[in-house]
């Protein structure tokens, strides 16, 4: 069982950035953590992966360039660095781990999942 906790979301304006944090216990072994979003009335999507040594990083084309997720393996800790934020960002962002697969951009292809950190960027 892995236990996932999101922290560091929050209000911000357009062009601000913000970090989040993904804290993870109990089996902390992972093949890779992933980052999704969730906007109201949306599916959940990919945002960002990481391998287990973090030397491999996966991003979604729409946030490409602007966030970068990074990993501290001595902390148990997944991060993921959003700058130059918009308004089409404003989602519950998800925390995802993988025992399975590495790099997946699939909901499926995640294991266990944080309970979601709420990001809202004002214009």
């Known amino acids: 069982q892995v236990l996932l906790v999101e922290s560091g979301g929050g209000l911000v304006q357009a062009g601000d950035s913000l970090r989040l944090s993904c804290a993870a216990s109990?089996?902390?072994?992972?093949?890779?953590m992933g980052w999704f979003r969730q906007a109201p009335g949306k599916e959940r999507d990919f945002v960002a992966a990481?391998?287990?040594?973090?030397?491999?990083?996966y991003y979604a084309d729409s946030v490409k360039g602007r966030f970068t997720i990074s990993r501290d393996n001595a902390k148990n800790t997944v991060y993921l660095q959003m700058n130059s934020l918009k308004p089409e960002d404003t989602a519950v962002y998800y925390c995802?781990?993988?025992?399975?697969?590495?790099?997946?951009?699939?909901?499926?292809?995640?294991?266990?999942w944080g309970q979601g950190t709420q990001v809202t960027v004002s214009s």
């Open positions: 995802a781990a993988s025992i399975r697969m590495i790099g997946s951009t699939t909901r499926g292809g995640y294991d266990y």
């Open positions: 990481i391998s287990s040594s973090g030397g491999n990083t």
């Open positions: 109990g089996r902390t072994f992972s093949r890779s």
